[in-house]
């Protein structure tokens, strides 16, 4: 039974390291491609679904196929004992998981014992959000929503009192397009996924995936609210950014900041985006789009195709399986 299992942790973990390499070649040549032919904004969901692509399509394989297809039909009494080369693929898969449990465990740490922090000093602000906005004394500067799963607007008393009560509400109104966009999730795993140097498309990836989820979160804040608020809200924060002493904006904290001191966020860029609401040469935003009913159809067509093709797919899974195993 333990060979059993062993053998089972072996495959599985082999399987994914075997699967990653795949995923993270076409990863970087489509992202390649995408960034030379690049002429206008790209969507925030294709870019990150892109640069996450090679863990998805690794962990897909391997809890989707491999594992079912171990534990269908693999005897309970074999005797098989992985060979050199699979436990050196066990050993990478392990390694790599560990890197992105610790990443997680810290990030997660950091960003609870940060927002702790500045509750200290708080105060409940009275304007209309989604979620609780408190001013604080320290950091004076800071502008931002923390927090993946409870998330809170953090202003420092600088950004709060240099704005007019509509200049705020667009504001907010903008960190809380990165809540309804689950931002703050997908910055916690491109942070924990962080790749070497040696794949640069991908990394680029990440810079792109932050500049277009600030002008989705620029537009998403306009529904309802003057452009010219969001304009002057974001020109008087970003003055206030550009002597600040140290970035307020670090990887290892699960936020997204209204101005951010990374140079992911042109705010030349930002403004040009708005102008085209100012002078009219952007058409009126549509109504949001009902994207988790998308999502819910997509992915119900998924798991429809992938239980029809199962049983034609575990088979061939174990076969090679055995060839790995040999």
């Not at 090679?54 to 074999?78: G, I, K, M, N, W």
């Not at 498309?201 to 529904?223: C, H, K, P, V």
Request: glycine share 4%; net charge positive.
């Amino acid at each position: 039974m333990n060979t059993y299992f062993g053998l089972c942790v072996a495959l599985c973990l082999g399987t994914f390291s075997l699967a990653l390499f795949p995923g993270l070649v076409v990863a970087e040549a489509v992202a390649g491609l995408l960034r030379l032919g690049r002429r206008r904004p790209h969507s925030p969901f294709q870019l990150f679904s892109l640069r996450i692509f090679p863990f998805a399509f690794s962990t897909a394989v391997t809890l989707a196929l491999a594992l079912p297809a171990f534990l269908s039909l693999e005897p309970r009494q074999t005797e098989e004992v992985p060979e050199l080369y699979l436990i050196v693929l066990t050993a990478v898969s392990l390694i790599l998981l560990v890197i992105i449990a610790v990443r997680l465990l810290q990030l997660l740490i950091f960003t609870a014992r940060l927002s702790r922090h500045w509750r200290q000093d708080a105060t409940r602000a009275n304007l209309t959000a989604s979620m609780p906005v408190f001013r604080i004394t320290t950091p004076p500067k800071l502008f931002a929503v923390v927090g993946t799963f409870r998330p809170k607007v953090f202003i420092g008393k600088d950004a709060f009192d240099c704005l007019t009560r509509e200049e705020l509400e667009a504001a907010i109104a903008h960190e809380s397009a990165h809540v309804r966009s689950r931002d703050n999730l997908k910055r916690t795993l491109l942070s924990i996924t962080t790749l070497p140097r040696l794949f640069r498309q991908l990394n680029w990836l990440d810079g792109a995936w932050s500049e277009a989820s600030e002008l989705a979160a620029d537009e998403e804040a306009l529904r309802g609210r003057s452009v010219m608020d969001l304009i002057s809200a974001l020109i008087k924060v970003g003055r206030l950014q550009v002597n600040r002493t140290a970035p307020l904006d670090r990887p290892s904290v699960a936020s997204c900041h209204l101005v951010s001191s990374s140079e992911y966020s042109p705010m030349a860029r930002r403004l040009e985006h708005l102008r085209h609401f100012v002078e009219g040469s952007q058409p009126p935003l549509a109504p949001p789009r009902r994207q988790s009913w998308t999502a819910i159809i997509l992915a119900f067509g998924a798991v429809l195709a992938y239980w029809s093709a199962l049983p034609m797919l575990l088979p061939a899974t174990h076969m090679l399986m055995e060839v790995m195993a040999k």
